[in-house]
Every structure is written in C-alpha cells, then in structure tokens.
C-alpha cells in the first residue's frame, strides 16, 4: 500500500479512501473525451459485437467492459502491469507488453482493440509505437478496428507521420470523424481500420 494511501487510511479510515478513488475516477470519466468514449465508440463497438481488446485497465475503465459486452460482444483486457488485473476484465484478462501483445494473445484473434492512454505513457519510444502498431495488427482480423487515444503532449503525431500505416488505414467509426481532437484536453482520438 503506497504512503499516501496508507496515511489516509490511518487517519480518515478506509472509507475516506473509497470516497477518493471514486472522486478520482469521476473526475476522469468526466473529461470531454471519457465522455465521448461512453457515449459514442462504447455503443458503436458493442453494436459491432465480437471480440473486443481493451489496452490499459484502470478503476474508471472497469464498467466500460460490461457496456461494450450489452449486445454479445466478448470483452479481454490487458496491461503490463500485473497489479492492474483487479481492473481487468475478470476470467479474460491477461498480464503483458503491448509491443509483445501478439505474444500474450498469440491463440485469440481480435474485431477491434481499444488501446487509449497507452502511447505516451509507457509505450513512448517511436520503435516501440511501431512494434506496438505491429504486433496489434497480428491479432486484428483484416477489416478489424483500432482506436487509438493519445495526448498530444505526450508524443508526437504518429498517425499523420504514416507511422501505422503498413498495417492501418483511417476510417470514420461511432458518427465520428477518423480524428477527433478536443478544445479542452490533449487528448486525440484516432480510427483506424486493418488493411
């Protein structure tokens, strides 16, 4: 248990803890494109069906599986840290390196992955990005979706540097443009589709 958590705990109890991870994420699923995550791909990807990767669990993506699962969709989660399991997708989860995910689900195929916050925050070097574009185009069918959510503060703009497009093409999906930027946040939505 971290330090701060741990001093919360002591001081307030275990409920004044609960109370701040639920703030946390509320504030998080709040943002201009949590929302739009919720409201327009959520729905579009479970109207979709199939099976569905989402990269990156934390406690605000939790509820977003049984969302996406609504209309018969089979959600599996993954991230590289082992402790995050406890947000993964329970009983389809697994613990890996997304520029090894063709590794980690080397026996599943995938309709779509949903990797959002992952680029720019672990997976930052370009020729990690490129291995990362690479191995998830191993477990996309062709005609697979990926949704890509980066912060352009972060890193660089990989989608018009042609980064991803051995394996990729941009597409409209959900209502929404293939490139969705917001005013209020970094944060950058991009569609693509496997060639």
């Given at each position: 248990?971290?330090?701060?958590?741990?001093?919360?705990?002591?001081?307030?109890?275990?409920?004044?803890?609960?109370?701040?991870?639920?703030?946390?994420?509320?504030?998080?699923?709040?943002?201009?494109?949590?929302?739009?995550?919720?409201?327009?791909?959520?729905?579009?990807?479970?109207?979709?069906?199939?099976?569905?990767?989402?990269?990156?669990?934390?406690?605000y993506t939790a509820t977003d599986y049984a969302a996406l699962e609504t209309q018969g969709a089979e959600v599996w989660t993954t991230d590289i840290d082992p402790s995050a399991?406890?947000?993964?997708?329970?009983?389809?989860?697994?613990?890996?390196?997304?520029?090894?995910?063709?590794?980690?689900?080397?026996?599943?195929?995938?309709?779509?992955?949903?990797?959002?916050?992952?680029?720019?925050?672990?997976?930052?070097?370009?020729?990690?990005?490129?291995?990362?574009?690479?191995?998830?185009?191993?477990?996309?069918?062709?005609?697979?979706?990926?949704?890509?959510?980066?912060?352009?503060?972060?890193?660089?703009?990989?989608?018009?540097?042609?980064?991803?497009?051995?394996?990729?093409?941009?597409?409209?999906?959900?209502?929404?443009?293939?490139?969705?930027?917001?005013?209020?946040?970094?944060?950058?939505?991009?569609?693509?589709?496997?060639?």
């Amino acid at each position: 248990m971290g330090g701060r958590t741990f001093l919360t705990n002591l001081f307030f109890g275990k409920e004044a803890a609960v109370r701040r991870a639920a703030a946390k994420t509320k504030s998080i699923r709040d943002l201009p494109d949590r929302k739009l995550l919720a409201e327009a791909y959520i729905p579009a990807f479970a109207a979709d069906r199939g099976r569905i990767l989402w990269v990156g669990c934390r406690a605000y993506t939790a509820t977003d599986y049984a969302a996406l699962e609504t209309q018969g969709a089979e959600v599996w989660t993954t991230d590289i840290d082992p402790s995050a399991a406890r947000w993964g997708r329970e009983g389809r989860h697994r613990t890996g390196d997304l520029c090894e995910i063709d590794q980690v689900f080397a026996d599943l195929t995938f309709d779509a992955v949903i990797c959002n916050g992952v680029l720019g925050f672990g997976v930052d070097e370009v020729e990690a990005q490129r291995r990362a574009f690479a191995a998830m185009a191993a477990i996309l069918r062709p005609g697979g979706r990926l949704l890509l959510g980066w912060n352009s503060d972060r890193i660089a703009d990989l989608v018009a540097a042609g980064l991803p497009d051995e394996w990729f093409v941009v597409a409209d999906h959900a209502g929404q443009p293939a490139r969705v930027r917001f005013d209020a946040v970094t944060h950058v939505y991009d569609s693509l589709i496997r060639r």
